[in-house]
C-alpha cells in the first residue's frame, strides 16, 4: 500500500515533525506487522529519524548543517539553491522502519522528521507499507 502525503514547510529550512501522518497511515493500513519507507521525491528535501524531546536538538542539527553546507555566492548551480542540494544528499530521501503492533519501531525520544533545505513550499512524502 502507497500513500502520499503532503507537508507544508514555512522557512527555508526547518524539520517538521511527521509522526501524527506517519501513524494515521499505519493504521489505516490494517498493517501490524511489516516494514514502512518513508520517501521523499524532492532533491532538496530529506527525511531524517531524530530526538523528539527537545526541541534544540532540530535547532542544532540545522545549525550546523547551515555550517557545514553555507549557501554560497561561489556555487555554480543556476537556481542559487545548491546548498539545500547537499544537505539534501547529506540527510537522505529515504527511512525505513519496523511496524510492530500497528505502531512504527522507534526509541523513546525518537520521531520522524521531513526536513525542508529550499522552502517555504508544499512538499510530498511517499509511505509505503508492506
Known amino acids: 500500500m502507497v500513500k502520499e502525503i503532503s507537508v507544508i514547510s514555512n522557512t527555508r529550512e526547518e524539520m517538521i ?3 501524527p501522518a506517519v501513524a494515521e497511515f499505519i493504521r489505516g493500513s490494517e498493517v501490524r506487522e511489516g ?15 531524530n530526538e523528539n524531546a527537545d526541541p534544540r536538538v532540530v535547532g542544532d542539527i540545522l545549525t550546523e548543517l547551515r555550517t557545514m553546507v553555507p549557501k554560497r555566492a561561489s556555487h555554480t548551480h543556476g537556481e542559487g539553491n545548491s546548498d539545500a ?18 505502531r512504527p519501531l522507534l526509541g523513546t525520544w525518537q520521531s520522524i522528521y521531513f526536513c525542508e533545505f529550499d522552502g517555504p513550499r508544499t512538499r510530498r512524502i511517499f509511505l509505503h507499507i508492506q
Open 17 to 19: 515533525n511527521i509522526d
Open 35 to 49: 516494514v514502512l519507507t518513508v520517501f521523499i521525491p524532492h532533491t532538496t528535501a530529506a527525511v531524517t529519524i
Open 85 to 102: 542540494h547537499i544537505k539534501a544528499s547529506l540527510i537522505g530521501h529515504s527511512e525505513r522502519l519496523i511496524v510492530s503492533g500497528g
